[in-house]
C-alpha cells in the first residue's frame, strides 16, 4: 500500500513540475536549440509537411531548402521578419513563444553555419510585435529579400512559388 502512494505521489509532483519544465525550455540565447524536444515536435507537426522533416522542402512545387540557407535571413531584420510573416509561421496553431523557439531551432538544425556569432534569438516578443501583419505578396517580399541578401554576397535557396520554372 505505501509503495502505490509513494508512487501516486511521485506521479502528483512530476505532473505539477511539467509546465514549470516547459517553460524553462524557451531558449534565451544561451541555450543549445538543438536539444529542444519540445521545438522538434512542433517543427515536424507544423512545418515538415511542406520542409520535410530534413529541411530540404520541395523546390519544383515552390517550398524553399532551409538547409545552408535558412540562417541567411536572421542576418537582415527584414529576413527575420521575412521568416515570422510567412504564412505557414504567422498562421500555424503555435503561440508566440513556441513559434520563436520552433525558428531558433529551424535556424540552428538546418543552417548552423550561417549563424553569425552575433545571432540574436527570436523571442516570443519579437514575434508577437511582427505575425499579425500579413504579407500582400509572399513572392514580392521574398524577391526583395533575394536581392539584397545577393547584394552582400550571400545566396538564400531559391523560391519558386508563383513562378512559371516550376
Known amino acids: 500500500m505505501w509503495t502505490s ?38 517543427y515536424m507537426l507544423q512545418c515538415a509537411g511542406c520542409h520535410r522533416y530534413d529541411g530540404q522542402g520541395l523546390t519544383q512545387r515552390g517550398i524553399p531548402d ?17 521568416m515570422i510573416r510567412v504564412p505557414g509561421a504567422a498562421q500555424s496553431q503555435l503561440d508566440n513563444a513556441d513559434l520563436a523557439r520552433v525558428l531558433n531551432w529551424i535556424v540552428a538544425k538546418f543552417s548552423p553555419e550561417e549563424m553569425t556569432p552575433d545571432y540574436r534569438p527570436f523571442t516570443s516578443a519579437e514575434v508577437g510585435a511582427a505575425r499579425h501583419h500579413r504579407f500582400d505578396d509572399v513572392l514580392k517580399a521574398r524577391t526583395a529579400l533575394t536581392v539584397k541578401m545577393n547584394s552582400m554576397g550571400l545566396e538564400p535557396a531559391p523560391y519558386l512559388y508563383g513562378s512559371m520554372e516550376r
Not at 67 to 77: A, C, D, K, V, W
Open 5 to 42: 502512494l509513494r508512487l501516486a505521489c511521485l506521479g502528483v509532483v512530476l505532473l505539477a513540475l511539467t509546465p514549470w519544465a516547459h517553460a524553462q525550455e524557451e531558449m534565451t540565447g544561451t541555450g543549445d536549440y538543438l536539444q529542444s524536444s519540445q521545438a522538434f515536435k512542433d
Open 66 to 82: 532551409f538547409n545552408q540557407s535558412i540562417g541567411l535571413f536572421t542576418r537582415l531584420p527584414a529576413g527575420r521578419d521575412y
